[in-house]
């Protein structure tokens, strides 16, 4: 790692740290669940008290993970934290539900993990690289700590990893995340249970979402996209996964209808345009290759909406990255 100092500085805050609450995103995913859990196996290790807090519905795609039990819907009763560790989140403002925890930022050590180049640093103590996931950024951390990986531990960031690199698809990935998923495989990871578990144990929901948005696809110049009503119960399948395999495309998008009134929309590119700052029009952000927004308003004008946006930049050089 190339932040010896914040690690330094971690390390004392949690040595020092009594209860530590875990967050991340909304609408989390394998990365953010696999980390959180990674992290609530070796704080325990290491005899420091943990809550994990996602205000989100899990579905089953997670069960796999050992450990899951730890994850909370429900706000701690307690109120006595010193600690905050934020995983995976570029914002404090992409936690759910924060509000309802009424934390005292002022008199808590905020620990900030993540990998998204538009992390704002929002922690006392930041650790922020460009890597492929937090799951391999955690097992740096743990390795530099010269804390042990157990085989729980190895499991949850071996998933993290698979999930944020497309199962090693992406161009997140570099041969140290190769090196990392070697280790945890030495450390009894698992890794073929995993990748049968992520990706060969759909529900029939996934087999319908797949459906549904194969039929809705349309198919523009330099892009596609698809939406999914919320009549459509959410499956475990990556739908905008299917869709940016498309030939002759740029960008592909995924406009999912939420229970709450919502609209959700996933974001992939397989150029040099950025749907990063394309989703920072709109409030979202994420990676330049792989981004997420979540706006209020209905289906039909947001997909125009969007769309037209998109067709107006494509061809400014301001959105492209080197």
């Not at 994850?71 to 701690?76: A, E, T």
């Not at 992390?119 to 006392?124: H, L, P």
């Not at 498309?246 to 929309?265: C, D, H, T, W, Y």
């Amino acid at each position: 790692m190339s932040d010896h100092r914040n690690l330094q500085d971690l390390n004392h805050h949690l040595l020092n740290a009594s209860r530590v609450l875990i967050l991340t995103h909304q609408q989390p995913d394998l990365d953010a669940i696999g980390s959180a859990l990674s992290w609530s196996h070796q704080l325990t290790a290491q005899g420091i008290s943990s809550y994990i807090f996602v205000a989100d519905t899990l579905y089953n795609q997670f069960d796999f993970l050992p450990g899951l039990s730890a994850v909370q819907k429900n706000p701690p009763k307690f109120k006595d934290f010193d600690t905050l560790l934020v995983l995976d989140c570029s914002t404090l403002l992409r936690v759910k539900n924060i509000d309802s925890l009424k934390l005292d930022l002022n008199n808590m050590t905020v620990i900030n993990i993540d990998h998204h180049t538009d992390n704002t640093f929002f922690g006392n103590v930041n650790l922020v690289e460009d890597i492929s996931s937090v799951g391999e950024l955690s097992f740096l951390i743990f390795s530099e700590l010269k804390w042990t990986i157990t085989p729980d531990i190895a499991m949850c960031l071996y998933a993290a990893i698979l999930f944020d690199t497309g199962c090693f698809t992406n161009t997140n990935v570099s041969p140290q995340t190769f090196r990392v998923c070697a280790q945890l495989v030495e450390a009894n990871a698992r890794a073929h249970y995993v990748t049968e578990q992520m990706y060969e144990s759909y529900s029939q929901a996934s087999y319908d979402t797949l459906r549904v948005g194969l039929e809705r696809l349309q198919v523009r110049k330099d892009y596609a996209f698809t939406s999914v009503p919320k009549e459509v119960r959410e499956g475990d399948i990556k739908l905008i996964e299917f869709i940016r395999k498309l030939s002759g495309i740029q960008v592909a998008l995924v406009f999912r209808e939420m229970e709450n009134g919502s609209i959700k929309v996933s974001l992939r590119s397989k150029s040099t345009f950025s749907v990063s700052k394309f989703a920072a029009l709109f409030g979202g952000g994420g990676h330049h290759r792989a981004s997420g927004i979540i706006v209020e308003g209905l289906l039909k004008e947001t997909m125009e909406q969007m769309c037209k946006k998109l067709e107006d930049v494509l061809p400014d050089p301001n959105f492209y990255v080197a």
